[in-house]
DNA sequence: CACTATTTGTCCGTATGTATG
DNA sequence: TCATACATACGGACAAATAGT
């Protein structure tokens, strides 16, 4: 009933295990849930450990708890906190971000990729590449939300950060003689590691959104990959689609 | 830095985020994971949780780890080959994802919906919508990889199961007389609930990819609402950008 | 060959959190 | 509320294996 194979306390197994109930709707609002007694009968636990339990679900809201009566349902069923979104800060398309926000370059130098990327450019392990670490954040100091690596395979480019402050990354690799064909974009989710955590202010294994664009020239050989990554709670990816 | 809302051992924690980077590719076969005083010095834990994290990596076989050498990735980089459904054109190629995929119909009635969902739709807390819980999955009882909830301001609706076996479901809400105009979508990411994780067999907390589409009808009327949770190491979404 | 730096293995003591009766 | 037992997390110390000088 309770097998689970990550180590977590009792108390907060039974928590949980009462709070997606009531959320599913097994107690209507008002019912009253089992007794301290009748828990520790079916689950096994002492009453001290379901207490805790029922107690953090009164801390939320959940419940509300009356000596002499019992533990009511206090919540009107909602399947998913899907409502979380404030619709702060949503930004519609890469271009105009450029006009509240501001770019940092942390990094820009020829490295030799890690093996993962040098197979992708289908180079050898001791090529270099042109390596750029950005972030950007919010004007005035805000916020950093989206934390930028880069790989493109160009010669002779100067690596300075100073030009980077009034043009986008990728006009100033065209004016250097790239010319772009396929762009392929990925999105997808991962658990923030401990060197981007620190960039965008996260606890360590917070979600972040992620995006991958592989940009290709006219042979449609791989000269830029930008790996980049988002705080999910100020930015989010918009798009329109319309009927045709 | 790491804040707790879920009380999780951090030895389990720290097992839990390598455990994702290595599956996701992050760390190569044969590579050399960071050493317990890197870790130590990036997470601010002490060496004896880091080692633990690290001998449950090596009792699962994960990695290898060798005094004086290291902590050596055992792992052959996972046949994953993410599904992926392409971003721009027309929403019916996204149904192309299904002659891989089936879907599961969990729940479908109509029902009053939480109160933010409401305020989207402009209704009175008591109206009802209708209310539809999906799950997708590889052919042949393979992994979940999707969770999807729809609301859906639509009249007498048949809530049944069986026609969603052979159609998706905005051809049976076309099909009912629902006319779409603008539609909007969000991508951004989450971590898991209790629901989602057990929907989608991972564990709490685990990076999401979402979805979020609202679909109006001609006049700028939101009548339909998709929530989507996505499993990233199965499913990414993917684009192609061509220069015109 | 020794010497050193690095890295993991093992052990200690202590403090706090969890769970029981 | 209390006493007890166990798990978690910390810091420190030393030993053993490895690689390079």
Not at 48 to 73: C, F, Q, S
Request: charged content about 25%.
């Amino acid at each position: 009933m309770l097998e689970n194979s990550d180590p977590m306390p009792l108390y907060h197994k039974l928590y949980q295990l009462l709070h997606q109930a009531i959320h599913s709707g097994a107690f209507a609002t008002g019912a009253k849930l089992p007794t301290e007694k009748q828990l520790q009968e079916e689950t096994g636990m002492s009453r001290v450990t379901i207490k805790r339990a029922l107690d953090e679900l009164a801390l939320e809201g959940l419940v509300v708890r009356r000596r002499g009566i019992g533990t009511l349902v206090q919540y009107a069923p909602s399947p998913l906190q899907a409502t979380h979104a404030p619709l702060r800060g949503l930004l519609e398309n890469l271009e105009e971000m450029g006009r509240n926000t501001q770019v940092k370059v942390l990094q820009i130098k020829y490295q030799t990729p890690p093996e993962g990327i040098a197979a992708q450019f289908k180079i050898s392990p001791e090529d270099t590449l042109l390596h750029i670490i950005r972030r950007r954040n919010f004007q005035n100091g805000g916020r950093s939300f989206a934390y930028y690596q880069s790989w493109t395979r160009i010669k002779n480019f100067p690596a300075k950060v100073t030009p980077f402050r009034s043009k986008p990354r990728l006009q100033l690799l065209r004016e250097a003689g790239l010319v772009f064909g396929e762009i392929h974009q990925r999105l997808g989710a991962q658990a923030a590691d401990s060197n981007t955590a620190r960039e965008l202010q996260l606890p360590l294994g917070h979600p972040l959104l992620t995006l991958t664009r592989s940009s290709y020239d006219r042979r449609s050989v791989l000269c830029d990959l930008l790996i980049a990554h988002y705080n999910p709670e100020l930015f989010e990816y918009q798009m329109e689609l319309r009927r045709e």
